[in-house]
């Protein structure tokens, strides 16, 4: 009779991912927004901001494609005279996967393409004797790189959930390298 036992709870476990898999499938239209903290540290430029997503798109089960835009608010360095300010942000478009280990908690992960622009802008101010002189340096520059990120969460439903994540964005140009990483707060609705 316990070789029953044992038998029906293999039988059970192994049948439980199939069940599970069933039970947390979140194929549809999905729109989620991220709000967080973005960081630059490019040679003697360093700085952190704030950051804002917003991106759509639709899921296969696991898998899924996403369109969104990403935007930074300034970054601001001062070093050795040099003041330095900077703007980024862009669209991305990429593909997206999402594990549910528990039928509330998951794992995503997503990678694409990161169309970006950047504007910086640089004073450079010397002073000679009394006087102080200064220059005004811009740069306006944009490029295609790629953005990454994994994430971890919580579904409250079928329809939300909210989670936090780590995010890269490459913005490596001619002019302006702006190469961000960001963590933040996520919340989506599936529909």
């Not at 050795?80 to 980024?88: F, R, T």
């Not at 970006?116 to 200064?134: E, K």
């Not at 740069?139 to 959930?161: C, L, P």
Request: proline share 1%; with cysteine.
């Amino acid at each position: 009779m316990k070789k029953i036992h044992i038998a029906a709870a293999l039988i059970a476990a192994l049948a439980a991912p199939s069940a599970f898999a069933q039970a947390t499938d979140r194929t549809g239209f999905f729109i989620e927004g991220r709000g967080g903290s973005a960081s630059v540290s490019e040679d003697e430029f360093d700085d952190t901001s704030t950051a804002f997503q917003i991106q759509g798109g639709y899921r296969w089960g696991a898998i899924g494609i996403e369109g969104g835009y990403a935007t930074f608010n300034d970054f601001n360095d001062s070093d050795s005279g040099l003041d330095i300010n900077a703007e980024l942000d862009g669209y991305t478009l990429g593909i997206n996967g999402r594990y549910n280990f528990t039928p509330q908690w998951y794992l995503a992960g997503r990678v694409g393409a990161f169309f970006w622009d950047a504007d910086a802008n640089a004073a450079v101010c010397v002073v000679a004797g009394t006087n102080q002189v200064c220059n005004l340096i811009d740069a306006d520059t944009d490029g295609t790189d790629f953005y990454a990120g994994a994430s971890v969460g919580y579904d409250f439903n079928e329809m939300f959930s909210m989670g936090v994540a780590y995010d890269y964005f490459g913005a490596d140009g001619d002019d302006v390298t702006l190469d961000t990483n960001v963590f933040s707060l996520t919340g989506e609705v599936r529909f």
